[in-house]
């Protein structure tokens, strides 16, 4: 007989601050759950979870009962900060969580305290109390986690950066935030000020690699440069130079492909693989692996 369970709701900005499980770990709460039951509470706010979704989810998967605990806040930004609390006390927390966590934890705390500040009839002395108090925000957190009150500040543009790329690039955001794509503290806040359409070619041309560096970032700019430099190189003055035609790149590539098309059958057809030399076939290997990644990445932009 199946039992009826509560049913709770989920928020977004919840979500994304739930600890993550790979499939290993995963299965061993499942398992636990499913041998000894569920012993910690599901925690809820305003019929939201804020702690327990792994389990809540479990608990419905195999209808076993769970226990609900209510949180009482006054703010959605309270309850923000309570999460991040709850996460940070976990001593094996990634580096890179944790300062996602601490930024997150100091914007949400600067929102709920702005937010129940007294109203104030001069805007100007609204704003130097509402400065005053983010600064004591930013100090307390920095004792707490024995930090610098600026690197609170920073750690909350990070976070900031890294939901502004979650928010249109989900995959990507995601696996900046659990390290599989390597990306520095300063890089992750610049690629986020980037147009949107220059972070997607950014993470595309890097999605191999799995990391990103400042080059990376710049490489709009060095392409300009590169053009540039070609364009001199040509002699003529600007009146000489032809007019600008946006096909141009596309259709040289549409010509030169057939090309390489050519090479590649001819070489399969001519060469002996028997007495190829390993470093001869490591070049060609790698050289084909980018070929494909290079024409994966054009094909979406195309797409597009």
């Keep these: 007989m199946r039992i009826v369970l509560p ?3 989920t928020d977004p900005d919840f ?5 993550r499980f790979d499939k290993e770990k995963m299965e061993l709460l499942e398992n636990d759950i499913m041998k000894n039951g569920c012993h910690d509470s599901v925690c809820v706010w305003s019929g939201f979870i804020i702690d327990g979704h792994k389990r809540y989810d479990i608990c419905h998967k195999n209808n076993i009962v769970f226990r609900v605990s ?3 806040f006054d703010t959605k930004e309270e309850a923000v900060s309570w999460i991040c609390s709850q996460r940070l006390n976990d001593d094996n927390l990634p580096e890179i969580e944790r300062r996602y966590l601490i930024g997150k934890k100091y914007a949400a705390e600067k929102i709920a305290r702005n937010a129940n500040a007294e109203d104030t009839e001069q805007y100007s002395e609204l704003l130097d109390e509402m400065r005053v108090h983010d600064s004591k925000i930013a ?3 920095g004792r707490v986690f024995h930090l610098s009150s600026s690197t609170v500040v920073k750690y909350a543009q990070y976070a900031r950066a890294i939901d502004s790329i979650r928010k249109d690039f989900p995959e990507y955001g995601e696996q900046i935030l659990t390290g599989e794509l390597k990306i520095s503290q300063d890089n992750v806040i610049e690629l986020a000020r980037k147009p949107k359409s220059k972070i997607k070619v950014i993470l595309l041309l890097t999605s191999k690699a799995k990391r990103i560096y400042t080059s990376d970032l710049d490489f709009d700019e060095n392409c300009k440069a590169y053009r540039t430099a070609t364009t001199a190189t040509k002699g003529g003055s600007i009146k000489d130079m032809p ?3 946006p096909d ?3 259709s040289s590539l549409a010509l030169t492909i057939p090309s390489w098309i ?3 059958k001819r070489t ?6 028997r007495i190829i030399s390993d470093k001869a076939k490591v070049s060609l290997r790698q050289a084909l692996d980018d070929l494909i990644t290079i024409s994966s990445v054009v094909k979406k932009l195309l797409e597009d």
């Design 262 to 264: 050519n090479n590649i």
């Design 7 to 9: 049913i709770l709701k």
């Design 15 to 19: 979500l994304e601050l739930k600890q």
């Design 243 to 245: 007019a600008f035609d």
């Design 139 to 141: 100090i307390k957190l």
């Design 248 to 250: 141009a790149y596309v």
């Design 70 to 72: 209510t949180k009482t």
């Design 268 to 273: 399969a057809k001519n060469s002996d693989v």
